[in-house]
């Protein structure tokens, strides 16, 4: 069982992280800083896969070198860019590698990505590749042939958006991907406590471990573009007017307080965090602890 799995199953408040690999293959400020900021403060880490299709070094190759560390990964798979057959040959891979986290993404298309001629794949979605993490889990692949070996102590997440209009769609899919297998859900980012609240009243009777997702904002200008081009994300003016008012040097004070005073207001709703600092790592233990987590 991984740590993660057993945090949330002990109904633990539980606080995820997140880092997306480089373009290329120095890793010195993913590993070294921006991991190193908040290895010690979350349960485990998310390992983005080409997020926003933008091309990067594999979600794999770092959730290895994670667990290489001690440290446990959970890796990210989008099925924008490999079929049935990669994708569960990805997953038995990242097992053997000591990876049992997995995170079931559907993906941003091509289109929104560095490589728009590139051509998609989606021979999965977000629920079917669901659906195949559980049927490796019982020790057959999407053909229906046999395992040599089980992967069976995998443990699936997938994702869902309480600030989506109208939300009754999020509630569908959450009860479908629960359905296919997910066992925990990590959310899309949120900042009205109301929102997010009506959200969980509805979304309790599942009975599994709902993560708030959370990110930092860093200036009024990245809530504004949030508002315009990020689906089901709304940052309320209560925070962006502070931001605007704000100096550049006291922004990220600023900023850490917003975040706090959210996180304190949403944490008696849900069983933990997912913490998406966007290079402002540095920032995340100090947040921790202005919210005694």
Request: with cysteine; proline share 6%; aromatic share 6%.
């Amino acid at each position: 069982m991984s740590r993660l799995q057993e945090s949330l199953e002990q109904g633990k408040f539980t606080i995820t992280g997140e880092v997306g690999p480089p373009k290329g293959v120095d890793l010195h400020h993913c590993m070294d800083e921006e991991v190193s900021y908040i290895k010690d403060r979350v349960v485990a880490i998310n390992v983005t896969d080409n997020q926003s299709s933008v091309m990067r070094i594999s979600s794999l190759s770092i959730c290895a070198l994670l667990a290489q560390q001690g440290l446990e990964p959970i890796l990210q798979i989008t099925c924008r860019d490999r079929n049935r057959l990669g994708i569960q040959g990805d997953i038995l891979g990242a097992y053997v590698l000591g990876i049992r986290n997995i995170l079931a993404l559907t993906g941003d298309h091509n289109t929104a990505g560095d490589h728009p001629d590139s051509k998609p794949v989606y021979d999965l979605d977000s629920v079917s590749l669901l659906t195949a993490l559980t049927s490796l889990k019982n020790g057959k692949d999407l053909a229906g042939e046999e395992l040599n070996g089980i992967p069976e102590d995998i443990i699936p997440g997938a994702i869902v958006t309480p600030g989506a209009d109208p939300v009754e769609m999020q509630l569908i899919k959450m009860e479908i991907k629960i359905e296919a297998g997910a066992r925990f859900f990590q959310t899309q980012a949120i900042y009205d406590p109301k929102v997010f609240e009506s959200f969980m009243n509805k979304a309790s009777r599942y009975k599994v471990p709902v993560l708030c997702g959370i990110v930092i904002i860093k200036s009024a200008g990245m809530a504004k573009y949030m508002n315009n081009f990020v689906p089901g994300v709304q940052v309320p003016d209560t925070m962006i007017t502070p931001l605007k008012e704000a100096s550049k040097e006291d922004r990220p004070k600023k900023s850490i307080e917003l975040m706090a005073e959210f996180i304190k207001e949403v944490k008696p709703m849900c069983q933990g965090l997912h913490i998406m600092a966007m290079g402002w790592e540095r920032y995340v233990p100090e947040l921790l602890d202005i919210c005694d987590l």
